[in-house]
């Protein structure tokens, strides 16, 4: 075991894909099932004493409303995003795209 400050903990290929996230199609799958999914592993992860900071949560957005523009409400998933956000503790999400960003944790707030 290495000893680090800090273990930063992300997600680039969802169980059951076998590819990066940024290779998915989009439009051709569930976006609501697929994020609930990637919450659950990412709530998972949480459960790891190998993972201080959980970083950038909103990396699916990138591309479901940034590349594709497809219209997504968080409120359809609020059960599964309420479990993730009282699973973390800290959360690193710094971003080239700071309107998903915004738009994710303004969501959070009104879904809370």
């Not at 957005?61 to 800290?90: A, E, P, Q, W």
């Not at 999400?93 to 309107?99: G, Q, T, W």
Request: charged content about 20%; overall charge negative; hydrophobic content about 45%.
């Amino acid at each position: 075991m290495y000893d680090f400050d800090v273990v930063l903990g992300s997600i680039h290929k969802p169980k059951g894909l076998g590819y990066d996230i940024k290779e998915i199609d989009f439009t051709k799958i569930d976006v609501y099932e697929f994020m609930e999914n990637y919450f659950s592993e990412i709530i998972e992860m949480t459960k790891s004493p190998l993972v201080d900071v959980i970083a950038h949560i909103t990396c699916p957005m990138r591309h479901i409303i940034g590349k594709y523009n497809i219209d997504f409400d968080y409120s359809k998933i609020s059960s599964i995003t309420d479990k993730l956000l009282k699973s973390i503790v800290v959360v690193l999400d710094i971003s080239s795209l700071p309107f998903l960003y915004l738009t994710f944790i303004s969501t959070f707030f009104v879904i809370l």
